[in-house]
Every structure is written in C-alpha cells, then in structure tokens.
C-alpha cells in the first residue's frame, strides 16, 4: 500500500486505467483486515469476541478521515500530492505494527490452503458471507457514494459533500465496538435481527429523495449506526461458530463485505444513470437487508441449538 501510494505520487495518475490499479493496489492492502481481526480475535474469550473485534474493526474509521480530510487536501495542494501525505500515517502505523504486534499463544499452527477453503462446504460460512455483504457491504458503499450522492441531489459543493459523508461514515466506525458489545450482551442473532429491520427502514424513507440535504444527512446516519453495530455483531458470531478457521473465515467474510459495498455504490450510479434517479439502488438494497433478515430468522433455531447451545457456547448467540 505505501509503495502504490509513493509511485501515484511520484509518477501521478493520468489515465482512469491507472487510477484502476491504484484501487486494485488499496484493495489487496486492505487483506490487513483478515489479519487484524484474528490477531485480536485469539487473545479473548468468546464471552468478548464481539467487544475485541468490534474495536479493532473501528479501524475503518480512516474511511473517516479520508472523507474528512482528502478534499480539502487536494484543494490546498492538488489530488497527487495528497497520496503522498497518505503515505506518513501509514509509515507510522508500520513502525508501531511491528513493534508491538504479537501473536496469542493460542494461535494455531499453519495448515495447507486445501484445509481452509473446507468451510466453503459449510452452508454457514456462506450464511455468514451474505449477513456481513449487507452490514459492511452496505457501510463501504454508502461511504464511497454519498459525497457524490449530496453533491449531485442536492448541489453542495464537494468540500461540504465530503463534512456529511463523513459524519456518516463517522456515525457507523464509531457504533461497531457498541454493536459488538451489544451483541456479546443479548447474542449477535438478536442484535443483527433489529439491525436488517432499521436498515432497510432507513433506505426506504431516504430513497424517495427527502426534500432538504440535513434530512437526507439524518437518514443515512441512522443507517450508518446501524450497519457499523451490524459489523460488530457479526463478528460476535463468527469466532464462535469458525474458532479454529477464523483466519479465512475473516478473509472470506470480509470480501462478501467488499463485494457487497462495490454492488450498492455500482447499482447507485446505475440507477441514476439509467432512470434518473438513486431510488431503485437504495430500495434493492432495502431488499437484501429484509432477505438478511429472513435468512437470520430461518438459521437461528439451528445454530442456538447446536453450536451457540447454553451447554456449549460461552457466550451468547
């Protein structure tokens, strides 16, 4: 990632195919996730899985300050140089990363890449893949198109367009450890249950183009609460279901995430492209949060008597 960003800023991007491979670049450096979160995930009990990796999934709380920070940047010194300015924080991270960063003597020893991807047998890692497309999928999608979405809607100007995004994206990176906690308090099941009703609630009501920017502005941020609390309380689950897979099952998880984000922010722009307007994106989106819902309600008697039984599982489920 820190070589990218230094050869985007030293060589600059003068074609879109370039800005391409900068995205693919970012995409492979954001694997970190499905390395973070076991690391955290193997050094607490399963009674605070849901509280550790809701914290440290707080990370993407960076898609804030990017949202924050990048346009004014690029106004003072122009788009190349502010992947340059990217490149600092990032050195810095590295050095603390490799300073204190350490695994749980818990952690198991490496097995074959044909081991791993046995869990794609298992229905529930794909159960698990379609409830995180919807939470995160819907967090990175909102977070990547609502500048574009209040500049084009409702005319503010894109340095204003990038404050709302980013109280949104705030709203939804600031919620992920309490939708953990919450989950670890009452069961992920639960949580996520009220989690999909409230989201496709807010995407409904916002996708008849509310009449004022602010109003716009408090319907995504209810929605953005809700998805970062979805994020958490998935990740309750997940270790408690995959412990011993947890690595891949990070790894196959959050790229149903990414899928899901690219499916709302490419939908969006087709959407407006093709009709108009924003409204079918958000509503088929609406949708997929109610089948997320419908699927959790068809799996929960299965895994709260199997393995989040009382008798076996240490934590809520």
Known sequence: MIAALTLAWYLGLHSYSQLL??????G????????????????????YQGTALGIAGAGNSGTVLAALFAPGLAAAFGWNNVFGLAVIPLIATLIVYAALAKDSPECPPPKPISDYMKVLRDKDAWW???????????????????????????????????????????AGSLMRPFGGLMADRVGGIRSLWWIYLFVSACLLIVSFGLPQAWMALAGFVLAMLMLGMGNGAVFQLVPQRFRKEIGVMTGLVGMAGGIGGFYLASSLGYSKQITGSYQPGFLIFAALAL???????????????T???????????
Do not use: E
């Open 21 to 26: 491979l900068l995205g693919l670049a970012l």
């Open 28 to 47: 492979v450096a954001g694997a970190s996730f499905a390395v973070a979160l076991p690391l955290a995930s193997r050094w607490y009990p399963p009674a």
């Open 128 to 170: 698990f893949m379609l409830f995180y497309s919807v939470t995160f999928g819907g967090f990175v999608g909102l977070a990547s198109s609502l500048t574009i979405y209040f500049n084009d809607q409702y005319g503010l100007p894109p340095v204003r367009a990038g404050y709302f995004t980013a109280a949104c994206v705030f």
């Open 291 to 305: 089948i997320a819902l419908i699927g959790l309600s068809t799996v929960k008697t299965r895994w709260r008597t």
């Open 307 to 317: 393995w989040g039984a009382a008798h076996i599982a240490m934590a809520k489920v």
